[in-house]
């Protein structure tokens, strides 16, 4: 497996942005498919975001396109989540994720590891 860390959540106004980063280690993440889910108060995990381990294919939630963009940087072992207008419902804890599979990309399922994940909070 290889291990995840979270990084760059905070407080932010409603239209504000954030950029999120997930640092592996342990195993190069060239091979993986990376993803972010996210979480809010009493909810399942959802997906967010997810990047094949090239870049080639990207997968978003409805609700989010046109406002984040996923992207990864292999040589650093480093994926991003770069969030913009954000809205109050996008407040939530953000997971990064990391699967081998590049099927059911949208489940959790798929993910072989986890992060501890990052508080997101957007305020009205």
């Known amino acids: 497996q290889v291990q995840l860390v979270e990084s760059g959540g905070g407080l932010v106004q409603a239209g504000g942005s954030l950029r999120l980063s997930c640092a592996a280690s342990?195993?190069?993440?060239?091979?993986?498919?990376m993803a972010w889910f996210r979480q809010g108060p009493g909810k399942e995990r959802d997906f967010v975001a997810a990047?094949?381990?090239?870049?080639?294919?990207?997968w978003y939630r409805d609700s989010v396109k046109g406002r984040f963009t996923i992207s990864r940087d292999n040589a650093k072992s480093t994926v991003f989540l770069q969030m913009d207008s954000l809205k109050p419902e996008d407040t939530a804890i953000y997971y990064c994720?990391?699967?081998?599979?590049?099927?059911?990309?949208?489940?959790?399922?798929?993910?072989?590891?986890w992060g501890q994940g990052t508080q997101v909070t957007v305020s009205s």
């Open positions: 990047i094949s381990w090239n870049g080639g294919s990207l």
């Open positions: 342990g195993r190069t993440i060239s091979n993986y498919t």
């Open positions: 994720a990391a699967a081998l599979s590049s099927r059911a990309v949208m489940t959790t399922r798929t993910y072989d590891s």
